[in-house]
């Protein structure tokens, strides 16, 4: 059964400090991973897509990485702001098309 | 920049009526998606189209149905709905063609539905 999850559900830091959210799948026949943002309320936005052949993806302070062996992926924000407060998904699309995502983890940046 | 349109935010409608909800991209895209999002749920595949008049059924597609008229537009049905069908409804889409899976999926903002 494809599985995505992802640890922590929740997470409180405060502002300025590094962090890393993290995914884990459970076939590695995946096409690619998508990391979400979602606001209250909100539909998704989509933050940044890892093919299956990358590693890593960068945009601003967001990175995210891929390790397709472990089924593992990671978001990691840097410098923390309140406004980074949201809830983040991943969604990993297989190799069959299929698209599954995890339940989220819901980050609270203190100001 | 892609936009998926949702056509109501909030809607509040009563047990045994018919609902629809309406979902339009501009970007061209064959695939589109129908979600719900729940607590403790995360999201859940309803129904899917790759292409016009074309439907496919997700993980939970009883109590729904979906038309596919044009490329651009994809609406959910619930045929009689129930309270149990209160949710958020979110639409997405994604392109098709070949060679292109590795593009992004694109969301709309939601409809939060409340039946009563």
């Known amino acids: 059964k494809q599985e995505v999850t992802q640890i922590p559900a929740a997470l409180s830091v405060p502002e300025g400090e590094n962090l890393v959210l993290n995914c884990s799948f459970t076939?590695?026949?995946?096409?690619?991973l998508q990391w979400f943002r979602q606001d209250p309320g909100k539909g998704l936005t989509s933050l940044l897509l890892?093919?299956?052949?990358?590693r890593e993806q960068t945009s601003g302070r967001l990175n995210a990485s891929l390790d397709k062996s472990s089924g593992r992926s990671t978001l990691y924000i840097a410098a923390s702001q309140p406004g980074d407060s949201a809830t983040y998904l991943c969604a990993v699309l297989y190799n069959n098309n299929d698209m599954r995502f995890g339940a989220g983890t819901r980050l609270t940046v203190k100001p | 920049d892609v936009k998926v349109t949702q056509s109501s935010r909030y809607l509040v409608k009563r047990t045994g009526e018919k609902v629809f909800l309406e979902c339009v991209q501009d970007?061209?895209?064959?695939?589109m998606f129908w979600y719900r999002q729940d607590p403790g749920l995360g999201l859940r595949l309803i129904y899917f189209s790759y292409d016009v008049k074309m439907k496919e059924k997700g993980d939970i597609p009883e109590g729904y149905s979906v038309s596919r008229e044009k490329k651009e537009r994809f609406s959910l049905i619930l045929e009689s709905a129930s309270t149990n069908q209160t949710s958020m409804y979110l639409c997405?889409?994604?392109?098709?063609?070949?060679?292109?899976?590795?593009?992004?999926?694109?969301f709309g903002d939601g409809t939060r539905l409340s039946i009563l």
């Open positions: 970007m061209d895209h064959e695939n």
């Open positions: 890892i093919q299956s052949s990358q």
């Open positions: 076939d590695s026949a995946i096409y690619n």
């Open positions: 997405a889409s994604r392109t098709g063609a070949t060679g292109t899976r590795n593009q992004p999926q694109h």
